[in-house]
């Protein structure tokens, strides 16, 4: 008799050729987010060729993909994303050398990302089919991760909500199961509008939005002083006047706070609004307020994750060659200190270890970057997971990583990973009893509230 995932994992080793050829095309073609027009077809037509039937474009995001199989429940999600970074472009090669300097790279492993669940999917449809098993799978394409509002934006026009839960992978510097929380991000920017003037000849008939810009900041800053541990709030002054001898009749500066909880984010929120109103207030200009969206804080599944770090575990990683761990240990070089840090955090016998094998305890420690798939683990059940992709020392949002992820270092790590994921669904359909202890638990961490999209209803999707 044919063990649980043994014919996904054929189906993966079969596809691996062209999955990895699939993740390096979309390493070589970098796009911002909700640009993704080659990443996301890409992935529709090998969905499309596994028979799955694909709907592009949905969501009134042109490059937002969904792609079912099936019928029936449970229902599983899996998560893709494919957008690049700003400032990442990278050859591959271990030292810092931009493809084009300034432009778009993949410095998180999203080309990785949205392969390795597309492969996932696929590969847990072909035993599906060979073992008649019912329930039904669906892939989302989801763009504009890195500016945190792609899964927002989907949700608001209705995403997800069909799901009985959702898996979601990412590449990582360590292969381990989550418990943790990402905070989650609150994006506005606050305009002020004075009355320009002469700031030496007549600087009394001057109101300058610049000082309502600065006076902002300054009561932010001391408001850091009576918040939560757990928030976060940075600035960017991106509108400041155009000359120092013209007082500023506009400025405008651009926040994002972030908190472990959206009870929290709403409370700092309300009180920056306040700081805001009174710079206003104290230079006589007038506040703009433009909200633009942002994320939930992840909720953590224990019973997913509990699944996730079983299949992990059951699954046998391929060794790293000897060519892969002298690349990662060049670039490692060129953070020495990060390196080290990093293998001892790993818990790695080997002092000498320059990418990650084995599998790491679940993850319990609250994490401060935020991602969008929070939002969809408000709706259904959802975990977030990583394996290896690049050198230990490597952190993230960095030329470091986008060295490591068109190479056969983070294609060996997106395979496992998609067995990891196709092991993970294959248990969930088979054994429902999981996914209705993942649905109680969800249930009991909503204790009662629902998702309420940070999308703002007046706010545009990108187009």
């Known amino acids: 008799m044919m063990m649980l995932g043994e014919k996904a994992f054929a189906s993966i080793e079969e596809l691996s050729g062209q999955l990895c050829a699939m993740s390096r095309k979309i390493w070589e073609n970098p796009e911002g987010p909700y640009q993704e027009k080659i990443a996301s077809d890409t992935c529709a037509a090998f969905l499309e060729a596994e028979g799955f039937q694909v709907e592009r474009g949905c969501f009134g995001l042109p490059t937002a993909l969904r792609a079912q199989w099936g019928s029936g429940h449970p229902v599983i999600g899996f998560l893709g994303e494919y957008d690049a970074l700003p400032g990442q472009s990278q ?32 590969a847990i449809k072909r035993e599906m089919e060979e073992q008649k098993l019912s329930g039904t799978l669906v892939f989302y394409g989801c763009p504009a991760e890195e500016v945190l509002t792609g899964k927002g934006f989907m949700a608001r026009a209705g995403a997800f909500r069909e799901l009985d839960c959702a898996l979601a992978w990412h590449p990582g510097r360590y292969t381990r199961a989550s418990y943790s929380v990402c905070t989650g991000v609150n994006s506005v920017k606050y305009h002020f509008t004075g009355k320009t003037a002469h700031a030496a000849c007549d600087p009394e008939k001057g109101r ?23 928030v976060r709030m940075h600035y960017v002054v991106t509108d400041g006047g155009s000359a120092p001898n013209i007082v500023p009749d506009h400025a405008t500066v651009w926040y994002y706070d972030r908190a472990l909880t959206r009870e929290t984010m709403k409370m700092v929120e309300e009180r920056m609004l306040k700081v805001a109103q009174g710079a206003a207030w104290m230079t006589e200009t007038e506040l703009t307020v433009e909200r633009l969206g942002g994320c939930y804080p992840t909720l953590p599944n224990h019973q997913l994750a509990d699944l996730i770090d079983e299949c992990m575990r059951a699954i046998p990683q391929e060794p790293w060659t000897e060519e892969e761990i002298a690349y990662a240990r060049k670039i490692n070089e060129t953070v020495p200190d990060l390196w080290k840090e990093s293998v001892r955090f790993s818990g790695a016998k080997d002092p000498d ?68 994921t196709a092991l993970a669904g294959l248990r969930l359909l088979t054994e429902p009893e999981r996914v209705l202890k993942a649905q109680d638990e969800f249930r009991e961490s909503m204790q009662g509230r629902t998702y309420e999209c940070m999308m703002p209803d007046d706010l545009p999707a990108p187009v």
């Open 353 to 420: 270890t320059q990418l990650h094998s084995g599998v790491m305890t679940i993850d319990e420690a609250d994490d401060y970057g935020s991602t969008d798939v929070g939002d969809v683990g408000h709706i259904v059940p959802t975990t977030f997971y990583k394996t290896a992709c690049y050198s230990i020392g490597a952190p993230g949002h960095s030329w470091l990583v986008a060295a490591c992820l068109g190479r056969s270092i983070g294609q060996k790590g997106m395979l496992y990973g998609s067995k990891v």
């Open 208 to 230: 300058s939005a610049l000082d309502a810009v600065e006076l902002m900041n300054v009561g932010i800053n001391y408001l850091r002083e009576h918040v939560p541990m757990d």
């Open 91 to 122: 050859k591959d090669v271990p030292y810092q050398e931009p493809e084009v300097p300034g432009a778009y790279g993949h410095g998180c492993g999203h080309n990785l990302l949205a392969v390795g669940m597309a492969g996932s999917a696929a």
